[in-house]
């Protein structure tokens, strides 16, 4: 598999996709982009793209909530305590993060209410994303 065959996967399951280096998106300002607001499901947009050496970012669809757990800020303790006083997670889609310290995003169908969307918001290396303010 390629990372096109893969965001063109991801895109025409609903999720806005567009390509990063590392973990900022290729669509700059400086190109007339809007970055992650630029995320797409349109597959000839993401035909365009180049992707043969960049990493696939997605915006968190409408649908959905993510937490990013990111453990060289101590969100994997974080996480153990809230689920020591609350309970273990359910079984969600998880999907392992790049880089040395293996960091998590798990992804839930979003509740109903009012949510925040930022770092620290669930705890230390805890990040919840919302669909338009954040990416994965």
Same mark, same amino acid.
């Not at 996967?9 to 390509?19: Q, S, T, Y």
């Not at 020591?84 to 392992?96: D, I, N, S, Y």
């Not at 992804?107 to 669909?131: E, S």
């Given at each position: 598999?390629?990372?096109?065959?893969?965001?063109?996967?991801?895109?025409?399951?609903g999720?806005?996709?567009?390509?990063?280096?590392?973990?900022?998106?290729?669509?700059?300002?400086?190109?007339?982009?809007?970055?992650?607001?630029d995320g797409?499901t349109?597959?000839?947009q993401v035909?365009r793209?180049?992707?043969?050496?960049?990493? &696939?970012?997605?915006?968190?669809?409408?649908?959905? &909530?993510?937490?990013?757990?990111?453990?060289?800020?101590?969100?994997?303790?974080?996480?153990?305590?809230?689920?020591?006083?609350?309970?273990?997670?359910?079984?969600?889609?998880?999907?392992?993060?790049?880089?040395h310290?293996?960091g998590?995003?798990?992804?839930?169908?979003?509740?109903?209410?009012?949510?925040?969307?930022g770092?620290?918001?669930?705890g230390?290396?805890l990040?919840?994303?919302?669909?338009?303010r954040?990416?994965?």
């Amino acid at each position: 598999m390629t990372a096109l065959t893969d965001a063109l996967e991801l895109a025409r399951h609903g999720w806005p996709v567009f390509p990063l280096r590392g973990k900022v998106p290729l669509i700059s300002a400086e190109e007339g982009g809007h970055g992650h607001l630029d995320g797409t499901t349109d597959a000839q947009q993401v035909t365009r793209w180049q992707w043969s050496r960049a990493n &696939i970012g997605a915006r968190v669809p409408d649908s959905l &909530i993510a937490i990013d757990v990111d453990p060289r800020a101590g969100g994997h303790l974080t996480l153990a305590t809230l689920e020591t006083e609350h309970g273990c997670l359910p079984p969600t889609l998880t999907v392992r993060t790049g880089g040395h310290t293996l960091g998590r995003h798990y992804y839930f169908l979003r509740p109903g209410g009012p949510l925040c969307n930022g770092a620290g918001k669930l705890g230390l290396g805890l990040d919840v994303k919302l669909a338009g303010r954040g990416y994965t």
